[in-house]
Each structure stands twice: as structure tokens, then as C-alpha cells.
């Protein structure tokens, strides 16, 4: 590892779980901590507990605004573990000179995802710096939930489950680096950027037993995928010719040399489920206007263990590593 | 490095010279400084190339090379099933 | 005429039935060659497409890929890139270019290492990005550091010309064009390659798809004339490729040798005439250029012409450019790489010590290099 922290330590793939394991998790060593899920499940598995930072640029994107994002994502952190978001932190930085109508209109965004995950702000802290110490306003939350289904964790994944998701993949960071000054690019790309309780809720609720959940954020669907395949010790064999892509993203990816399963996602999450669910899971997310082509992409084997294998439609295999390098900067 | 890709052009600003291209619903410039005056026009598919356009492709050709894969895949499926069916008359279970 | 739709010309090249197809009928082709034949790709956007799409566990046993000298990032020699990184660190200078070239190691580190020192780099996606820095800056030197093979050039050209035309003051170049036909003579000639072990004689060449469009197919009329070697001009989807490897075992089959364009849709015998006219006004070709682990390559590289010299960087810095020999990393085969003499995973040091994030050599880093193209896809082939 480096002496000096890189842009690419933050980029939610190979380099930054190389900096969280070699210098947080080392000093912070507990068993919850290195459960490494998208939450804390706390006080005996009654409550989710998770934090996240939000440093996006551009503030305002097609979707979105790191208003709607830092709510997002914390709130999709506690459902990914099968909780409903109940009370939030929210921190902000701002930048000396920020305009106070901006503001007006990101904690408003903030305002309206907390109303549809029914979850509120209770605490808040506010710091200025010098013009020029960060770029426009970075914010915190930290939120807990009350688990609704206990057990849903990313180490447990085995055969006997198939690998769902929710909907076409790689939309915000594709949104973003459109978005991005300097790239002279118009389309029609939008953030799926989207709150995921009440999908989540209607798996419960529906009686399916969800052996997993994540959100595919910075580091997109590789990302997950690789963590799934080493955390629970399995092989993942993945359809390429099953993964949901818009043709803008496509688009997007042709013309820049992105890989779509790396770029990152706001509203979109992946699920283990046994097989037997399978439909019944997919008929729910299909009801969903933010999950309507989700589908079926993966089965688990234990061909080549803690390795995602990607099958083409032509019949050749390779793996699928995890995103390294600079990914896009500040998506998230 | 960007390979180079297949776009449509939508649009042409001769006084700038530059031409507004589509590549699958994502739309950007490109410069024409590389092509004849006149040489491209709206609806043409061009390769682009570190914001230029390269060339003009040719679509007879295109649409004879896609004929031609086309005819392939159906003379080896005629194939495989003359095959199967000829693997299918020595099949020595078959009742008489 | 049947319509077609821009869709078309991705999906059609890229049709899985298709290109299972080809497989097909290049098995059976295949069966009726006398020996096992290595089909050089020399353009690394071909070396990127065939382990994208995994097409060597489509072909048989007896038809090998040698991997070429393709990649414009990884020939670059570490002298040259010590030349971009000390003009970087140059007060006053912002040093612009493109990709890749930011993580590039040389002697002192990499473009993206002088950032974090306080260097002004930018990449940008295509050179006339490089007029809105100039405009923004007008108090600083401009310096851009070209880089690419014969499809870039003309680019890099228009730059040049516009720069002229505008009498734009504060945009200079630091000109690493290098073209093809020269390096794919030097590696057929050298011997080495070509010697009778079977493993890396090359018995046919893929043309490069995009250099091709700019230049014509008219640069490789020498090998099948001179050298007895089939050349076959592939575009670079999956479908191409297969497409190409075909025609090159039955012109093998059928005692044929000959230039042929596979991709002929967008490539013909004179190329882009305009194109090769402006590269023609403002650069020549250079007496030697050295290409990392092929040594010094006689004519393969361009220059700015005499008349340019007041925009020509390497020029107006040339005393404080470093000029000294630098030795490769002891461990890294780039070279024998680059000449097809061996493949990424027969490096000690491939995906340990050198990866991605951390390259030794430039065939990790450039997204073309073949290396780069083995870590991210070459890991389940049949070897």
C-alpha cells in the first residue's frame, strides 16, 4: 500500500477495502465491524446502525442532488439489512460563500426522501471552512433502523440461492460524468438515484426470506458481486447476457471506454434469494416503478471459490475482478 | 485511450465546422476538420475519433457484410439439420 | 437497400450466434492446415477485443495469437516520458495529453505522481480541449505532449494547424507519433521472431482497424510482396476478428498471399486523403525513434517540420530535457512482450508486484497493453 493516500483509495473498489482493512479495521478491530455489511446489526439484532459521507460533484445532477443522495443512502444502507429507517444524523461542511438558496433547495430534497422512508433528522451539526477548503458542501448522515427481518447478512449466501437485481445497472455514475463540466456530452441520462425501503419491505412482507441484500454504490455491480463471492466463501457465475443496460448508459460506455458493472448506482440493488423464490421476488420488484426489468443474472457455484465468473453469450468465461484506479470523481 | 466509434450525425454547423453526433442517445461534437467540405451530411454513420469525425462508413458495404452473416448462420443450421437427421436414420433404437 | 440503424453496427458485429458461427467454420478450415500458425494483432485495440471477448477458447488448438506492438502508451520509452514529466514540473507550464499517459510510469514516477507534486497536468478526451486550457490560461505554456499512432496524428495535425491559423501564442507540442508499417518490417526482419521455433514466427498479420481508415490499406502492400506474409485488415468488433481469422487460414489453405480488408465498411486502399495531406504539411518523419524493448526504430516516428520549430517543445526545452539511456525494471519483460516473444502471465512479476494499480511496465497500465488485457480478462484461458 502507498505512504500517501490516493484518489484511488476512494473509490469503493480494490484500493479502498485495501485502506479500510489495513488501517481502520485494524485499529478498530471488533466482530461486528468485520461482519463488513452494509450496516451494523446492534443491541442484539433488534437495530441497524450506518454512516456514510456524501462529497458528490456536480451538487445538482439529472435525478438528483447530494440532498436526495445523502438521505438515499443511508436509508438504502439500513434497508439493505432488512430494517426501516427511523431517525437520521445529518452533518454539514460548507463552504464559505455557499448560496443559502442552494441550500434551501438540497434540504428541502432532504425534506421530501426522509418523508418516503417515514424516517426524520434528530440531530445535526454545522461547520463553515474557508473559500476554497472543500468544494461547495459535503454532508454526513448517520441513521438507524429497526430490523424487520433478522439474518440478512452477505456472509451466508450459499448454492442454494440465485443472484437477482433490481433494475439496469450503472445509471448515476454514468448521470454524473455526463454531467461533469468539461465533458460536452447531452443525453438523457438520469440517477436512479432512489430510496429502497418500501421495495424491501414488500419482499418481507410477502414472506420471502432474503438471504442477502447490497446496494450497488461506488464501485457498481463488480463491487458487490466480488464482496459477496469472498465474504460468503462462494463462486458466483454470472449471465452477461441477463445484466439490465439502458442504451444511454451503453451509449455512454461506448464513447468514454466505460465498463457499465463498475460504474456506480444509487437505486439499485442486488439480492440473494433460494430458488424457489425466485419468480415470486421478481413479480414484487416488478411492480416497483424504480425496479420494473429487474431480473435473475447469477447462480452460485463452487467452481472457483470467492471469484465472480462472467459468462458471454458466445460461450466464452472470464472473471470479473473488482473496479481498481480512479473511478469518477466524487460520484457519491 | 477511446477507441474509435460508430455514430450517427444529427446535426452539421458549418461555420464552426462541426457536426452534433449520436451515439446511441448520448450526443456530443465533433470536430470536421478531417473531411472534405460537403463530405458529411445529416443521417450519414461516421467514426469518431478524440472528438473528430475520421471517416463516413459505408453502409452498402455494412449492410452487405451483415447479409452475408446472415446467410451463414442459415446454411450451418441447414447443415446441423441435415446432420441430426442423418445421425437420426442410423439410430439403431428406432422400431422398424 | 435494407435500412440501417446505427444499433446495427454495434450489435450485428458483436451477434453471439455469429460469432459462434465463425468458430465454426474456422474449426473446420483449420483442420486442413499442415501446421499451427500464429496470426500477429498488432493494434492493441485488437489485443483488448480478443480477451474482452475470449475469443482464443473459440479458436482451435493450432491457431495462436501473437500479440503486437500496438499500444502507443507502451512503446512509449522511459526517456520520453521523464521528457513530459520534467516539462510538467516547469512553473508556468500546464502540461495537457491524453488517457492513459497519466499513470504511465518512468524514471522519476508518473504524470499523476508530478500532480500530487504540484504539477499542472490535465488529460483531456480529444486535443482541441487543449484551446479552452489555453484560453483559460493565457499567462501559461501550453504543452502538448502527442502521443498515438497514425489515427491520432492527423488530430494532433489539426491542433497544429489551428494553433497557426489563430496565432495562438501559448500552445506548444511535444510531438510522439509513431506509425506502424516500420515496426511490424523491424519485427519480421529481425530474425528473431522469425525463426523456425514454432512459437513466435508470425505467419500472417491482422491489420489495425483505425490506423488503416486514415492511412488506406496501401502501408502493408510490402508484406505480402516483400515478405511472403498475409495481411488481413480487421475491424475490431468481436465478429471482425473472427471474420479475419478465417480469411487469413484460407488464404493459407489455398497457397494465396495477399492484402485483403476485412473491414470494409470503413477502410479502403487510399485512406483518408485530407487527413494524411495535414499530417503531410506539418510533421515529418523522424531518423530513429526508440520503441520500448524493440530498440530504435528507423523512420516509425514523427516530428514537427523545421519551419515549426518556435512551437516545438522538445525544441525550446531541449535543455533541460533528460536525454540518458534509462534501463528498464530488471523483472519486467515488456519488451518481449511487446515483440511477441512471450505472454503476460509468463512474467515473473505479472499480477503480483505489477498490476493495475501499481504497473511496473507499460503494457499494465495502458488499457491496450497487453498485459493490462490479460489481468482484467485473460484469467480463464485455456492455456
Known amino acids: 500500500m502507498n505512504k500517501n493516500v490516493t484518489l484511488a483509495m476512494g473509490n469503493g473498489g480494490q484500493e479502498n477495502n485495501e485502506l479500510i482493512k489495513k488501517v481502520f479495521y485494524k485499529a478498530f478491530k471488533n466482530d461486528v465491524l468485520e461482519k463488513a455489511e452494509d450496516a451494523a446489526v446492534i443491541q442484539n439484532g433488534d437495530l441497524a446502525f450506518s454512516t456514510d459521507s456524501f462529497t458528490v460533484s456536480p451538487l445538482f445532477f439529472p435525478g438528483g442532488d447530494i440532498g436526495k443522495l445523502a438521505v438515499c443512502g443511508t436509508c438504502n444502507d439500513l434497508a439493505m439489512m432488512g430494517a426501516r429507517p427511523k431517525y437520521l444524523t445529518c452533518s454539514v461542511i460548507i463552504e464559505e460563500g455557499f448560496s443559502i438558496p442552494k441550500l434551501e433547495q438540497i434540504v428541502t430534497s432532504m425534506k421530501t426522501e426522509l418523508a418516503k422512508n417515514s424516517a426524520m433528522i434528530v440531530s445535526g451539526d454545522t461547520k463553515v471552512v474557508p473559500h476554497g477548503s472543500i468544494d461547495g458542501i459535503f454532508i454526513n448522515t448517520t441513521g438507524i433502523g429497526e430490523i424487520i427481518q433478522a439474518g440478512i447478512s452477505s456472509n451466508n449466501i450459499s448454492e442454494k440461492d440465485t443472484i437477482l437485481i433490481s433494475r439496469d445497472i450503472g445509471c448515476h455514475g454514468a448521470a454524473i460524468f455526463a454531467a461533469r463540466e468539461g465533458i460536452e456530452i447531452s443525453s438523457n441520462l438520469t440517477s436512479d438515484c432512489a430510496s429502497l425501503t418500501d421495495q424491501v419491505q414488500a419482499l418481507i412482507a410477502a414472506g420471502i426470506e432474503i438471504t442477502a441484500l447490497r446496494d450497488a454504490t461506488r464501485g457498481g455491480v463488480s463491487a458487490v458481486l466480488n464482496e459477496w463471492a469472498q465474504q460468503s466463501h462462494i463462486c458466483i457465475e454470472v449471465q452477461e447476457g441477463a445484466i439490465p443496460i439502458s442504451p444511454e448508459v451503453h451509449g455512454i460506455c461506448e464513447l468514454l471506454g466505460f465498463e457499465a458493472l463498475d460504474l456506480a448506482n444509487e437505486g439499485t440493488f442486488l439480492l440473494a434469494v433460494k430458488q424457489e423464490d425466485v419468480s415470486k421476488a421478481l413479480n414484487i420488484l416488478h411492480s416497483f416503478t424504480n425496479s420494473l426489468n429487474a431480473a435473475a443474472i447469477a447462480d452460485v457455484t463452487h467452481t472457483y471459490n470467492e471469484r465472480v465468473v462472467l459468462k458471454s453469450a458466445h460461450g466464452t468465461k472470464r472473471f470479473l475482478d473488482f473496479p481498481t484506479g480512479e473511478l469518477l470523481p466524487r460520484i457519491c | 485511450m477511446c477507441l474509435s466509434i460508430p455514430s450517427k450525425v444529427v446535426n452539421i454547423d458549418k461555420e464552426r465546422n462541426v457536426a452534433v453526433v449520436d451515439t446511441m442517445g448520448v450526443t456530443r461534437e465533433a470536430g470536421l476538420e478531417l473531411m472534405q467540405e460537403n463530405e458529411v451530411q445529416i443521417g450519414d454513420y461516421v467514426l469518431l475519433h478524440i472528438g473528430f469525425i475520421m471517416n463516413k462508413i459505408d453502409e452498402a458495404d455494412a449492410v452487405e457484410s451483415l447479409k452475408v452473416y446472415n446467410e451463414i448462420l442459415q446454411k450451418l443450421d441447414e447443415e446441423e439439420r441435415q446432420q441430426v437427421m442423418k445421425d437420426d436414420d442410423k439410430c439403431q433404437n428406432r422400431a422398424p | ?383
Open chain 3, 1 to 383: 437497400m435494407s435500412k440501417l440503424h446505427l444499433e446495427d453496427l454495434y450489435s450485428g458485429f458483436r451477434d453471439s450466434n455469429v460469432i459462434k458461427g465463425f468458430s465454426k467454420l474456422i474449426e473446420k478450415e483449420a483442420k486442413k492446415l499442415s501446421k499451427h500458425i500464429n496470426i500477429m494483432e498488432v493494434c492493441g485495440g485488437h489485443t483488448h477485443s480478443v480477451m474482452k471477448y475470449g475469443l482464443p477458447q473459440l479458436l482451435p488448438k493450432n491457431i495462436n495469437f501473437i500479440h503486437g506492438p500496438g499500444c502507443p502508451v507502451c512503446i512509449m520509452p522511459k526517456e520520453r516520458i521523464d521528457h513530459a514529466y520534467v516539462l510538467a514540473l516547469q512553473d508556468n507550464v500546464i502540461l495537457v495529453t491524453l488517457g492513459d499517459m497519466i499513470k504511465v510510469p518512468g524514471s522519476k514516477g508518473s504524470l499523476q505522481d508530478a500532480r500530487s507534486k504540484g504539477a499542472d497536468v490535465r488529460f483531456v478526451y480529444s486535443p482541441l480541449d487543449t484551446l479552452k486550457i489555453a484560453e483559460e490560461n493565457p499567462e501559461k505554456k501550453i504543452i502538448f505532449f502527442a502521443i498515438g499512432f497514425e489515427t491520432t496524428t492527423p488530430m494532433t495535425a489539426s491542433l497544429v494547424d489551428i494553433v497557426l491559423q489563430r496565432n495562438i501564442k501559448n500552445i506548444f507540442f511535444h510531438i510522439n507519433h509513431v506509425t506502424v508499417p516500420e515496426v511490424m518490417e523491424q519485427l519480421v526482419d529481425s530474425g528473431e521472431v522469425n525463426h523456425d521455433s514454432c512459437d513466435n514466427r508470425i505467419d500472417a498479420f491482422l491489420g489495425p482497424s483505425h490506423v488503416s481508415v486514415i492511412t488506406g490499406s496501401k502501408i502493408y502492400e510490402r508484406f505480402p510482396q516483400k515478405y511472403n506474409l498475409p495481411v488481413v485488415v480487421a475491424g475490431f468488433e468481436p465478429v471482425d476478428i473472427m471474420e479475419a481469422i478465417l480469411m487469413v487460414i484460407k488464404q493459407i489453405n489455398e497457397s494465396r498471399c495477399e492484402l485483403e480488408i476485412e473491414y470494409k465498411r470503413s477502410v479502403n486502399h487510399h485512406g483518408n486523403i485530407k487527413a494524411q495531406a495535414l499530417i503531410e504539411k506539418y510533421f515529418e518523419k523522424a531518423l530513429q525513434f526508440k520503441w520500448r524493448g524493440l530498440g530504435d526504430v528507423p523512420s516509425s516516428s514523427y516530428m514537427l517540420r523545421q519551419e515549426y520549430a518556435h512551437i516545438d517543445a522538445e525544441k525550446l526545452y531541449r535543455d533541460i530535457l533528460p536525454f540518458e539511456e534509462i534501463e528498464d525494471y530488471k523483472l519486467c519483460i515488456c519488451g518481449d512482450i511487446l515483440r511477441g516473444m512471450a505472454k503476460p502471465h509468463q512474467c515473473s512479476v505479472f499480477g503480483t508486484t505489477c498490476k493495475p494499480s501499481t504497473p511496473l511496465g507499460s503494457c499494465m497500465v495502458s488499457s491496450e497493453g497487453a498485459c493490462a488485457a490479460y489481468y482484467k480478462y485473460g484469467n480463464l484461458l485455456n492455456e
